[in-house]
């Protein structure tokens, strides 16, 4: 089904190009979506450590001084 959309999208392909198209697509997935997760994960930890009481106190500490 998967080949069938990709073979309607770009009629000049053939079947190998489909499959290849496909495993790519695959392929890119898996590399690249456990990246943009723990980027996120870390951009999320980040903001939730700066906002934290103890981060807060030693900035405050050094103003103070």
Not at 55 to 62: C, E, K, S
């Amino acid at each position: 089904m998967v080949f069938v959309a990709l073979r309607e999208l770009f009629p000049k392909i053939g079947p190998q190009a489909a499959w290849l198209l496909w495993l790519g697509a695959g392929i890119f997935g898996i590399a690249v979506l456990p990246m943009v997760v723990l980027a996120l994960l870390a951009v999320w930890s980040h903001r939730k450590f700066l906002s934290s009481q103890v981060v807060t106190t030693l900035f405050r500490d050094r103003e103070e001084d």
